[in-house]
């Protein structure tokens, strides 16, 4: 496992962009894979994006157009640029890597989408 810190996050109107962080304890992305999942009150923690460690890409159908994963592996960092943002998005975003054999996870962060 790593230890994964995530940053962003916060209260948004609908239609406007947010972009969450997260960062790594190592320099590990480049053979590692990357997600984001989100969970809602009651609800269980869904995907969201992911990508590989080749760099291919997979989005859940409610956000693709809307959502874009990415990493910079020299500031050992993924990144998630939400985009035209709605209510249904709102939830607690997760971020996690998976390495060695090993699923970890941040802390979580709120995302809120105002009406």
């Known amino acids: 496992q790593v230890q994964l810190v995530q940053s962003g996050g916060g209260l948004v109107q609908a239609g406007g962009s947010l972009r969450l962080s997260c960062a790594a304890s190592?320099?590990?992305?480049?053979?590692?894979?990357q997600g984001w999942y989100r969970q809602a009150p009651g609800k269980q923690r869904d995907l969201v994006a992911a990508?590989?460690?080749?760099?291919?890409?997979n989005y859940a159908d409610s956000v693709k157009g809307r959502f874009t994963i990415s990493r910079d592996n020299a500031k050992n960092t993924v990144y998630l640029q939400m985009n035209s943002l709605k209510p249904e998005d709102t939830a607690v975003y997760y971020c996690?890597?998976?390495?060695?054999?090993?699923?970890?996870w941040g802390q979580g962060t709120q995302v809120t989408v105002s009406s």
């Open positions: 996690n890597v998976v390495y060695l054999g090993y699923t970890s």
């Open positions: 190592g320099s590990i992305f480049s053979r590692s894979a």
């Open positions: 990508l590989s460690s080749g760099g291919s890409t």
